[in-house]
């Protein structure tokens, strides 16, 4: 742990703290706020989905923006614009001014996450040194959120994510500005591999492998995105108050800190099926006992155990995944394809059932189709013949 007295080193772990502890102020309690709105099931489904619809258009812009200013400029100018967008979060209160400035602010938030990874892998540390403070940030924002939620008032939330996100800006300042990686000579086999494997758009859709992959990552965003949404709610209808239920999700974020800090340890050594199966077998196991039980005791034993493992180590099976069925160099492209068609657009579909389903036959049975779902992603991970691993280690 030497590297923790390098002020570099501080200087990443201030600046991911900081970020994803905004991004948890912004949006871990959102459907709590919102049900505290006296919104409905199906309206704040609508919420979330027009979010969602916004984040497709977003994440798009963040990239090209990202390909021509580069990650510092970029982030600077989109962090300025959903800053001044989110202040309407303390005066609207309507489906559709609430939901495209939310959508807005949570879409640019969300869609910046991306380039802070690109920031972590290119650090002169490993990747799992830096981003795991990513998930401390997060968890301590949603511990804080829940704290001033009940003891001062619902909006102290917003403020709380525009202070830590522009304080964050500030910190990105603070590292050196990331350089372009220079030119160099292609290998015979570099030449080799890019004309058999192509590296364009065309190439991606090509690969049935990567189709299938697309599949499964639908199904495993989509759900993971809903129960995220709906969890603080299903932990506030059994009576606990939104202080113990932040407490409850931001002890069970640790476990996501702790595949962040060994993924040296498993990532590489597991195959890509082993760890999907894994990730499948716990996230199936959490959507089963939320839709048996309501007792508070129980749904957060399981989250704490469930939960944040199988999501931390799927945003890196993520990575591993397509650096094994792509071209290197449709690797950016790749990951941009599984954010907007895999983990937009599955949420928005899940979204689209989740209102209905809770208004309707409640909010236990919604969890009962996340369990479907998760069954049914399970039975095409078995017949997926994927590559057991990449040509290059990616955690060690």
Same mark, same amino acid.
């Given at each position: 742990?030497?590297? $923790?007295?390098?002020?570099?080193?501080?200087?990443?772990?201030?600046?991911?703290?900081?970020?994803?502890?905004?991004?948890?102020?912004?949006?871990?309690?959102?459907?709590?706020?919102?049900?505290?709105?006296?919104?409905?099931?199906?309206?704040?489904?609508?919420?979330?989905?027009?979010?969602?619809?916004?984040?497709?258009?977003?994440?798009?812009?963040?990239?090209?923006?990202?390909?021509?200013?580069?990650?510092?400029?970029?982030?600077?100018?989109?962090? @300025?614009?959903?800053?001044?967008?989110?202040?309407? =979060? $303390?005066?609207?209160?309507?489906?559709?001014?609430?939901?495209?400035?939310?959508?807005?602010?949570?879409?640019?938030?969300?869609?910046?996450?991306?380039?802070?990874?690109?920031? *972590?892998?290119?650090?002169?540390?490993?990747?799992?040194?830096?981003?795991?403070?990513?998930?401390?940030?997060?968890?301590?924002?949603?511990?804080?959120?829940?704290?001033?939620?009940?003891?001062?008032?619902?909006?102290?939330?917003?403020?709380?994510?525009?202070?830590?996100?522009?304080?964050? @800006?500030?910190?990105?300042? =603070?590292?050196?500005?990331?350089?372009?990686?220079?030119?160099?000579?292609?290998?015979?086999?570099?030449?080799?591999?890019?004309?058999?494997?192509?590296? +364009?758009?065309?190439?991606? $859709?090509?690969?049935?492998?990567?189709? #299938?992959?697309?599949?499964?990552?639908?199904?495993?965003?989509?759900?993971?995105?809903?129960?995220?949404?709906?969890?603080?709610?299903?932990?506030?209808?059994?009576?606990?108050?939104?202080?113990?239920?932040?407490?409850?999700?931001?002890?069970?974020? $640790?476990?996501?800190?702790?595949?962040?800090?060994?993924?040296?340890?498993?990532?590489?050594?597991?195959?890509?099926?082993?760890?999907?199966?894994?990730?499948?077998? @716990?996230?199936?196991?959490?959507?089963?006992?939320?839709?048996?039980?309501?007792?508070?005791?129980?749904?957060?034993?399981?989250?704490?155990?469930?939960?944040?493992?199988?999501?931390? +180590?799927?945003?890196?099976?993520?990575?591993?995944?397509?650096?094994?069925? =792509?071209?290197?160099?449709?690797? *950016?492209?790749?990951?941009?394809?599984?954010?907007?068609?895999?983990?937009?657009?599955?949420?928005?579909?899940?979204?689209?059932?989740?209102?209905?389903?809770?208004?309707?036959?409640?909010?236990?049975? @919604?969890?009962?189709?996340?369990?479907?779902? #998760?069954?049914?992603?399970?039975?095409?991970?078995?017949?997926?013949?994927?590559?057991?691993?990449?040509?290059?280690?990616?955690?060690?």
């Amino acid at each position: 742990m030497g590297y $923790f007295k390098e002020r570099l080193y501080q200087k990443y772990v201030i600046l991911f703290i900081f970020y994803f502890m905004s991004m948890a102020a912004l949006s871990s309690l959102i459907t709590v706020y919102m049900r505290g709105l006296g919104k409905s099931g199906s309206e704040i489904s609508f919420i979330l989905i027009l979010s969602n619809i916004i984040a497709l258009i977003i994440q798009g812009l963040i990239g090209y923006s990202n390909e021509k200013w580069g990650t510092r400029k970029t982030v600077t100018i989109y962090v @300025l614009f959903s800053a001044v967008i989110s202040l309407g =979060l $303390f005066f609207f209160t309507s489906n559709w001014l609430f939901g495209v400035v939310y959508g807005l602010a949570n879409a640019i938030t969300l869609g910046l996450a991306p380039l802070f990874d690109v920031l *972590a892998a290119n650090s002169p540390y490993r990747f799992g040194q830096i981003r795991l403070w990513g998930t401390v940030g997060y968890a301590g924002g949603q511990q804080i959120s829940g704290i001033i939620y009940d003891f001062l008032s619902p909006k102290s939330i917003f403020v709380l994510y525009l202070v830590l996100y522009l304080l964050s @800006l500030v910190f990105l300042y =603070l590292l050196p500005k990331p350089e372009q990686p220079a030119a160099s000579p292609e290998h015979p086999s570099e030449k080799k591999e890019e004309a058999s494997g192509g590296n +364009t758009i065309r190439n991606i $859709f090509q690969n049935k492998l990567f189709i #299938t992959y697309l599949i499964l990552a639908f199904i495993i965003f989509g759900t993971n995105t809903v129960n995220t949404s709906y969890l603080p709610l299903l932990l506030t209808d059994t009576g606990a108050p939104v202080a113990l239920v932040s407490t409850t999700l931001t002890v069970a974020l $640790f476990a996501e800190v702790i595949a962040m800090a060994f993924s040296h340890r498993f990532m590489d050594h597991f195959t890509n099926k082993q760890l999907l199966l894994a990730i499948l077998f @716990l996230s199936g196991t959490e959507y089963l006992v939320n839709f048996l039980s309501d007792d508070f005791l129980v749904l957060s034993i399981a989250t704490v155990l469930t939960k944040f493992f199988a999501s931390g +180590t799927f945003i890196m099976l993520n990575l591993k995944m397509v650096s094994t069925l =792509l071209n290197r160099k449709l690797i *950016a492209t790749g990951t941009a394809v599984v954010a907007m068609l895999s983990r937009n657009i599955g949420t928005i579909f899940f979204q689209l059932m989740a209102g209905p389903v809770i208004d309707n036959v409640g909010l236990n049975y @919604l969890y009962l189709i996340l369990f479907v779902f #998760t069954v049914l992603a399970s039975v095409i991970a078995l017949l997926f013949k994927v590559p057991a691993q990449p040509k290059e280690r990616l955690f060690s």
